[in-house]
């Protein structure tokens, strides 16, 4: 066990494992956010009287997007592995099994699906947390708004840190984020039914 976790420290080390395990954070999450800002609107306008309904309704949508993130980059980042694994060994004109390269790669395809699972989960969880008060703090209309913004500052906040990587003005990035909750929410509302 703790040489699994001397190769994932290792690798985490790598440049390239942390941008891509980040791309992976961010892209799922802001899925994971919108999916839920999609959820909260949906089912407030459907009825649904109560915030933990409305909490189990986005549990399911977590689970969906969790199990995709990493069920996904698993076998994205496995095949990926292989391909490289092989060229490697055609250059090389030896065979990489089970040496560093290969565990090391396997540890990588963990941080990614790992990083890949846990954006949408926290993202939802996030977004979904106001319901939580609903009826204690909240009226259910006050616990999907709040749900709401709590949803886009989340995806402000992703602006926020990717401006920070290309040096663009954080307020500009933020706004650019944040507004594809407003998009979602807008929608949502004026969608039949």
Do not use: C
Not at 19 to 47: C, K, Q
Not at 73 to 89: G, N
């Amino acid at each position: 066990m703790a040489s699994r976790l001397d190769r994932i420290r290792r690798v985490l080390r790598k440049d390239e494992v942390r941008s891509i395990s980040r791309r992976y954070f961010v892209a799922n999450g802001f899925d994971g956010t919108l999916t839920s800002i999609g959820v909260v609107v949906g089912a407030y306008l459907s009825g649904v009287a109560d915030g933990f309904t409305a909490i189990a309704i986005g549990l399911g949508a977590a689970v969906g997007l969790g199990t995709s993130g990493v069920w996904s980059v698993w076998e994205i980042e496995r095949a990926e592995a292989m391909a490289k694994q092989e060229r490697i060994e055609q250059a090389m004109l030896t065979e990489l099994e089970d040496t560093r390269v290969q565990r090391e790669s396997r540890a990588a395809q963990i941080v990614h699906a790992t990083a890949s699972a846990s954006g949408p989960i926290l993202a939802i969880l996030l977004t979904l947390s106001p319901l939580a008060l609903e009826g204690v703090v909240f009226t259910m209309f006050q616990a999907v708004v709040a749900s709401i913004v709590v949803g886009i500052a989340i995806l402000a906040t992703f602006g926020v840190y990717l401006s920070t990587l290309s040096r663009q003005r954080w307020y500009v990035a933020a706004v650019r984020m944040g507004l594809a909750g407003v998009v979602v929410t807008v929608i949502n509302i004026f969608l039949p039914g």
